[in-house]
């Protein structure tokens, strides 16, 4: 018996209109989510367990 996820696979059709793949974007979003002291939730690999955080500071890579 498969380990049922509590999320949408991210292969989903449906949520592609929500995937952001641009560098600059993502790093906006993550400083957007610090700013506002947003609460996520974190799940790791394929333990069936979480926990909430919250993005302290964004230091996005670099170019070189």
Known sequence: ??????FP??????????AVY???EI???LRN???EGVLLTAYFDSDPGFLV????E???ISRR
């Open 1 to 6: 018996m498969g380990m049922t996820s509590p």
């Open 9 to 18: 696979e991210p292969e989903s059709p449906e949520l592609e209109r929500f």
């Open 22 to 24: 641009s560098k600059v």
């Open 27 to 29: 790093a906006a979003t």
């Open 33 to 35: 989510l610090a700013v």
């Open 53 to 56: 955080t919250v993005v302290l």
């Open 58 to 60: 964004v230091t996005p």
